[in-house]
């Protein structure tokens, strides 16, 4: 199985930033794409930002051009560098992996979360 491990979230002031990181650990072949998502109170889960294998990266538009993805491979680690931090960037941060076994089988694994509260 493999673990997920969120750091780095906590509290900051707006125009403020912070640096997510996940690590993942277990038993892993190769990781496809890592992402992150969040999800504030009374919202549903939203998609923020995804690396490929090969470093391909998408955002939303509520984050472009302030939030950053990042990825190390050799350490299984991928990272969110937030910017300019809003009020309403407060939530609960998620990475996401999907992993690939030898025979190409996809697995996506999710963390427990992590809260960043942006105050204003």
């Known amino acids: 199985q493999v673990q997920l491990v969120e750091s780095g979230g906590g509290l900051v002031q707006a125009g403020g930033s912070l640096r997510l990181s996940c690590a993942a650990s277990g038993s892993i072949f190769s990781i496809n794409t890592m992402a992150w998502y969040r999800q504030a109170s009374g919202n549903e889960r939203e998609l923020l930002a995804t690396i490929t294998s090969g470093e391909s990266t998408n955002y939303a538009d509520s984050v472009k051009d302030r939030f950053t993805i990042l990825r190390d491979n050799a350490k299984n680690t991928v990272f969110l560098q937030m910017n300019s931090l809003k009020p309403e960037d407060t939530a609960v941060y998620y990475c996401?992996?999907?992993?690939?076994?030898?025979?190409?089988?996809?697995?996506?694994?999710w963390g427990k979360g992590t809260l960043v509260t942006v105050s204003s």
């Open positions: 996401k992996i999907s992993t690939a076994n030898r025979w190409g089988y996809v697995t996506a694994y």
